[in-house]
C-alpha cells in the first residue's frame, strides 16, 4: 500500500497504530494529506481499539469501526473539486449527518475525543442545513429514524449528541428533521426530538 501511494506522493508514511505499532491503518504525507482505512467492528466494544489485518489492502490495517454498516449503506456518486473533477463514491450526506451524531456521543467519553465530538456535531448540522437547502428533509428524517429504531443503544447515543450541540446547531438539525419527519407524517416526538434545555459539556 506505501509504495502505491508513493507513486501519487513520496512523501507518504505510515503511522503506527497506537495500540499496536506493528500496524498501520493510516498513511500521512508531508502536505497534510491523509489515507485512513477502516473496517466494520460487530464484535465487543474493546476491540474497536485493535487494528484489524487486512491481507487485501498489502500491508495495511484497518480500523475497526462501529456503526459503519449504516454509515456507508447506499453510497453516492459525486465529484472531488480538483482540476476537471475526480468522480468518487461517498456516504449519503444524510447517513454521514445521522453518523457524526453519533459517533460524538461516543466521543465524549475522554477527553482525546472531546474535540473532536464538537467537529462532528458542527458537521452535521452543516450537513442538515445543505439538506434543508436542497428539500431533502425527508431523506434526513429517513435516516434518522431507521438509526433510532435500530435499538436502544443507538437512540441514546442520538439523544446524547443533539443535547451536546450548541444550541444554533441543534436547532438547525431539529428544524430540517421535524420538517423532514411531517413529510413522512411521523411525530417527531416519537424519536427523540422534544424540546430540552441544552445540556452543559464536561468539563475536561
Given at each position: 500500500?506505501?509504495?502505491?501511494?508513493?507513486?501519487?506522493?513520496?512523501?507518504?508514511?505510515?503511522?503506527?497504530?497506537?495500540?499496536?505499532?506493528?500496524?498501520?491503518?493510516?498513511?500521512?504525507?508531508?502536505?497534510?494529506?491523509?489515507?485512513?482505512?477502516l473496517t466494520r467492528n460487530y464484535?465487543?466494544?474493546?476491540?474497536?481499539?485493535?487494528?484489524?489485518?487486512?491481507?487485501?489492502?498489502?500491508?495495511?490495517?484497518?480500523?475497526?469501526?462501529?456503526?459503519?454498516?449504516?454509515?456507508?449503506?447506499?453510497?453516492?456518486?459525486?465529484?472531488?473539486?480538483?482540476?476537471?473533477?475526480?468522480?468518487?463514491?461517498?456516504?449519503?450526506?444524510?447517513?454521514?449527518?445521522?453518523?457524526?451524531?453519533?459517533?460524538?456521543?461516543?466521543?465524549?467519553?475522554?477527553?482525546?475525543?472531546?474535540?473532536?465530538?464538537?467537529?462532528?456535531?458542527?458537521?452535521?448540522?452543516?450537513?442538515?442545513?445543505?439538506?434543508?437547502?436542497?428539500?431533502?428533509?425527508?431523506?434526513?428524517?429517513?435516516?434518522?429514524?431507521?438509526?433510532?429504531?435500530?435499538?436502544?443503544?443507538?437512540?441514546?447515543?442520538?439523544?446524547?449528541?443533539?443535547?451536546?450541540?450548541?444550541?444554533?446547531?441543534?436547532?438547525?438539525?431539529?428544524?430540517?428533521?421535524?420538517?423532514?419527519?411531517?413529510?413522512?407524517?411521523?411525530?417527531?416526538?416519537?424519536?427523540?426530538?422534544?424540546?430540552?434545555?441544552?445540556?452543559?459539556?464536561?468539563?475536561?
Open positions: 500500500m506505501l509504495e502505491l501511494l508513493h507513486e501519487v506522493d513520496p512523501t507518504f508514511r505510515d503511522v503506527p497504530h497506537i495500540a499496536d505499532g506493528r500496524a498501520s491503518t493510516q498513511f500521512a504525507s508531508n502536505t497534510g494529506y491523509k489515507v485512513e482505512f464484535g465487543k466494544a474493546e476491540y474497536g481499539d485493535t487494528p484489524a489485518r487486512m491481507p487485501a489492502l498489502g500491508g495495511a490495517a484497518a480500523q475497526p469501526l462501529r456503526f459503519l454498516d449504516f454509515l456507508i449503506h447506499e453510497p453516492v456518486k459525486s465529484v472531488l473539486l480538483h482540476k476537471s473533477g475526480v468522480p468518487v463514491t461517498v456516504p449519503a450526506p444524510e447517513r454521514f449527518a445521522v453518523h457524526k451524531v453519533i459517533v460524538a456521543a461516543r466521543r465524549l467519553r475522554d477527553a482525546a475525543g472531546y474535540a473532536k465530538s464538537s467537529k462532528d456535531l458542527h458537521q452535521a448540522a452543516a450537513l442538515a442545513g445543505a439538506l434543508a437547502v436542497s428539500r431533502r428533509h425527508a431523506d434526513l428524517a429517513l435516516a434518522w429514524t431507521e438509526a433510532w429504531e435500530r435499538g436502544p443503544t443507538w437512540r441514546e447515543a442520538l439523544e446524547t449528541g443533539v443535547s451536546y450541540m450548541q444550541p444554533e446547531h441543534r436547532d438547525v438539525l431539529q428544524e430540517t428533521l421535524e420538517a423532514g419527519l411531517e413529510e413522512i407524517d411521523v411525530d417527531p416526538a416519537e424519536f427523540g426530538l422534544t424540546s430540552r434545555p441544552s445540556a452543559s459539556p464536561p468539563r475536561m
